[in-house]
């Protein structure tokens, strides 16, 4: 079946500080790959997408590689800011029934001023 | 803006309550689907919804039901709660419409505590 597995959390760092989140998965076919982002108190949101091998997805800084070879995906930002505080969520689709997602565990991220 | 609402944001309830959860949505989106969130296991699949009275077992239907009656409104019922089912229950929907992957669209999530 498919899996999702991310790095072990949580992860503080201090502002302008460089992050990287990593995601690796198992599936069958040809998936497609997300990060979504729960800010505290909120429901998840889509934070960046990638359909296809050597696709880059990218949105408010940060940015995520559909890596086949190594069946990786994942997660940087150069620069991160106070707001970026949340949990991460890595998260795959076989493209088949009715795109059932699959979610690695998540990763808690605090950033200080 | 897809909006998805829950009907409570806490829930508190005794073991052996038959607890409703109810989750509308308002983009006319075919599939539905409940996740319960627990720390160190991200979110797992309940159950989901293709179509009106249509459902499939996600990964951990045991002690859930659901209904589908109309489009636009999705119930997770849990017919005898017990204490293992405290936990974050996030409902989610996407159209077959969307243009590539299906993204998902959440709600903000109830947290249910059962005691």
């Known amino acids: 079946g498919n899996s999702v597995t991310q790095m072990e959390g949580p992860v503080t760092l201090s502002e302008e500080a460089f992050l990287t989140i990593n995601c690796t998965y198992t599936a069958t076919g040809y998936p497609s790959l997300f990060w979504y982002v729960q800010y505290p108190g909120e429901g998840l949101q889509l934070l960046l997408k990638a359909t296809k091998a050597d696709d880059k997805g990218s949105n408010k800084g940060f940015e995520a590689t559909y890596r086949k070879e190594t069946t990786s995906f994942h997660l940087e930002k150069g620069s991160v800011q106070v707001s970026d505080s949340a949990v991460y969520f890595c998260?795959?689709?076989?493209?088949?029934?009715?795109?059932?997602?699959?979610f690695g565990q998540g990763t808690i991220l605090t950033v200080h001023p | 803006d897809v909006k998805v609402t829950q009907s409570s944001r806490y829930l508190v309830k005794r073991t052996g309550e038959k607890v409703f959860l109810e989750c509308v949505q308002d983009?006319?989106?075919?599939?539905m689907f409940w996740y319960r969130q627990d720390p160190g296991l991200g979110l797992r699949l309940i159950y989901f919804?293709?179509?009106?009275?249509?459902?499939e077992k996600g990964d951990i239907p045991e002690g859930y039901s659901v209904s589908r009656e109309k489009k636009e409104r999705f119930s997770l019922i849990l017919e005898s709660a017990s204490t293992n089912q405290t936990s974050m229950y996030l409902c989610?929907?996407?159209?077959?419409?969307?243009?590539?992957?299906?993204?998902?669209?959440f709600g903000p999530g109830t947290r249910l505590t059962v005691t």
């Open positions: 919804s293709y179509d009106v009275k249509m459902k």
């Open positions: 983009m006319d989106h075919e599939n």
């Open positions: 989610a929907s996407s159209s077959e419409l969307d243009r590539g992957p299906l993204r998902q669209y």
């Open positions: 998260a795959l689709s076989d493209r088949t029934s009715y795109g059932k997602l699959t």
